[in-house]
Protein backbone atom coordinates (compact mmCIF):
# COMPACT_ATOMS: atom_id res chain seq x y z
CA UNK A 1 0.00 0.00 0.00
CA UNK A 2 3.05 2.31 0.57
CA UNK A 3 4.14 1.86 -2.48
CA UNK A 4 1.30 2.49 -4.47
CA UNK A 5 0.45 5.70 -2.69
CA UNK A 6 3.71 6.89 -3.30
CA UNK A 7 3.29 5.80 -6.97
CA UNK A 8 0.01 7.78 -7.11
CA UNK A 9 1.52 10.72 -5.42
CA UNK A 10 4.03 10.80 -7.85
CA UNK A 11 1.44 10.72 -10.65
CA UNK A 12 -0.69 12.82 -9.28
CA UNK A 13 2.56 15.74 -8.77
CA UNK A 14 3.44 14.91 -12.75
CA UNK A 15 -0.03 15.19 -13.89
CA UNK A 16 -0.02 18.46 -11.87
CA UNK A 17 3.00 19.58 -13.50
CA UNK A 18 2.19 18.86 -16.72
CA UNK A 19 -1.44 20.21 -16.47
CA UNK A 20 0.42 23.85 -15.22
CA UNK A 21 2.61 23.61 -18.06
CA UNK A 22 -0.11 22.94 -21.07
CA UNK A 23 -2.29 25.86 -19.25
CA UNK A 24 0.56 28.05 -19.23
CA UNK A 25 1.71 27.19 -23.14
CA UNK A 26 -2.31 27.66 -23.83
CA UNK A 27 -2.07 30.87 -21.83
CA UNK A 28 0.64 32.18 -23.79
CA UNK A 29 -0.56 31.17 -26.86
CA UNK A 30 -4.01 32.53 -26.40
CA UNK A 31 -2.03 35.80 -25.62
CA UNK A 32 0.17 35.37 -28.70
CA UNK A 33 -3.05 35.12 -30.76
CA UNK A 34 -4.77 37.74 -29.38
CA UNK A 35 -1.89 40.20 -29.79
CA UNK A 36 -1.60 39.00 -33.81
CA UNK A 37 -5.08 39.33 -34.52
CA UNK A 38 -5.38 42.76 -32.82
CA UNK A 39 -2.00 43.52 -35.48
CA UNK A 40 -3.99 42.25 -38.51
CA UNK A 41 -7.07 44.15 -37.64
CA UNK A 42 -5.13 47.32 -37.14
CA UNK A 43 -2.93 46.58 -40.25
CA UNK A 44 -6.13 46.19 -42.46
CA UNK A 45 -8.01 48.86 -41.46
CA UNK A 46 -4.87 51.44 -41.77
CA UNK A 47 -3.91 49.83 -45.04
CA UNK A 48 -7.67 49.36 -46.04
CA UNK A 49 -7.55 52.09 -48.92
CA UNK A 50 -4.73 50.47 -50.51
CA UNK A 51 -6.27 46.75 -50.06
CA UNK A 52 -9.24 48.28 -52.10
CA UNK A 53 -7.53 50.11 -54.44
CA UNK A 54 -5.29 46.99 -55.14
CA UNK A 55 -8.13 44.88 -55.66
CA UNK A 56 -9.86 47.20 -58.05
CA UNK A 57 -7.07 46.69 -60.70
CA UNK A 58 -8.54 42.91 -61.09
CA UNK A 59 -12.45 44.44 -61.80
CA UNK A 60 -15.10 46.55 -60.32
CA UNK A 61 -16.48 45.49 -56.84
CA UNK A 62 -19.81 46.77 -54.45
CA UNK A 63 -19.31 47.71 -51.08
CA UNK A 64 -20.97 44.39 -49.96
CA UNK A 65 -17.80 42.47 -52.41
CA UNK A 66 -15.10 44.18 -50.37
CA UNK A 67 -16.63 43.02 -47.01
CA UNK A 68 -16.59 39.58 -48.69
CA UNK A 69 -13.11 39.82 -49.92
CA UNK A 70 -11.72 41.46 -46.90
CA UNK A 71 -13.36 38.86 -44.45
CA UNK A 72 -12.17 35.53 -47.00
CA UNK A 73 -8.59 36.84 -47.69
CA UNK A 74 -7.98 38.37 -44.10
CA UNK A 75 -10.46 36.65 -41.83
CA UNK A 76 -12.18 39.97 -40.66
CA UNK A 77 -15.72 41.24 -40.80
CA UNK A 78 -16.10 45.15 -41.58
CA UNK A 79 -19.09 47.16 -40.97
CA UNK A 80 -20.49 48.29 -44.40
CA UNK A 81 -20.08 51.90 -42.85
CA UNK A 82 -15.89 51.15 -42.71
CA UNK A 83 -15.69 49.90 -46.12
CA UNK A 84 -17.97 52.66 -47.35
CA UNK A 85 -16.49 55.37 -45.93
CA UNK A 86 -13.13 53.93 -47.53
CA UNK A 87 -14.53 53.63 -51.30
CA UNK A 88 -16.21 57.21 -50.92
CA UNK A 89 -12.76 59.22 -49.38
CA UNK A 90 -11.69 57.13 -52.65
CA UNK A 91 -13.93 58.59 -54.80
CA UNK A 92 -13.77 61.91 -53.40
CA UNK A 93 -10.04 62.01 -54.00
CA UNK A 94 -10.66 60.80 -57.70
CA UNK A 95 -9.09 57.81 -57.41
CA UNK A 96 -12.39 55.10 -57.77
CA UNK A 97 -15.97 55.81 -59.47
CA UNK A 98 -19.22 54.74 -58.33
CA UNK A 99 -22.02 53.82 -61.00
CA UNK A 100 -24.84 52.20 -60.06
CA UNK A 101 -25.41 48.64 -61.75
CA UNK A 102 -28.59 46.69 -61.36
CA UNK A 103 -29.35 47.83 -57.72
CA UNK A 104 -26.06 48.24 -56.69
CA UNK A 105 -23.08 50.89 -56.35
CA UNK A 106 -20.09 49.30 -58.23
CA UNK A 107 -16.90 50.83 -57.91
CA UNK A 108 -13.89 51.07 -60.31
CA UNK A 109 -10.61 52.69 -60.86
CA UNK A 110 -10.23 56.06 -62.44
CA UNK A 111 -7.13 56.67 -64.68
CA UNK A 112 -5.84 57.81 -61.29
CA UNK A 113 -6.56 55.54 -59.61
CA UNK A 114 -4.74 53.02 -61.83
CA UNK A 115 -1.50 54.93 -61.83
CA UNK A 116 -2.13 55.06 -58.01
CA UNK A 117 -2.01 51.87 -57.96
CA UNK A 118 0.83 51.17 -60.11
CA UNK A 119 3.00 53.38 -58.09
CA UNK A 120 2.09 51.82 -54.74
CA UNK A 121 2.97 47.91 -56.71
CA UNK A 122 6.24 49.91 -57.71
CA UNK A 123 7.11 50.84 -54.29
CA UNK A 124 5.95 47.65 -52.47
CA UNK A 125 9.76 46.52 -51.73
CA UNK A 126 10.36 50.11 -49.95
CA UNK A 127 6.98 49.17 -47.85
CA UNK A 128 7.78 46.10 -46.80
CA UNK A 129 11.08 47.10 -45.78
CA UNK A 130 9.27 50.26 -43.48
CA UNK A 131 7.59 47.13 -41.97
CA UNK A 132 10.80 45.58 -41.45
CA UNK A 133 12.58 48.67 -39.96
CA UNK A 134 9.79 48.51 -37.60
CA UNK A 135 10.40 45.41 -36.19
CA UNK A 136 14.03 45.49 -36.53
CA UNK A 137 15.85 45.44 -33.15
CA UNK A 138 19.28 46.90 -32.66
Do not use: W
Request: hydrophobic share 40%.
Amino acid sequence: FVISSKLRYKEDRNTKTICSYLLELYSVASLESEVLNEMNKKIVQNFLGMIILMELRKGPLSGYDVISLIHKKFHMLLSSGTVYSYLYALERDGLVIGQHKRRKRVFMLTERGKETAVTLLNSKDKILEFIVDVFASE
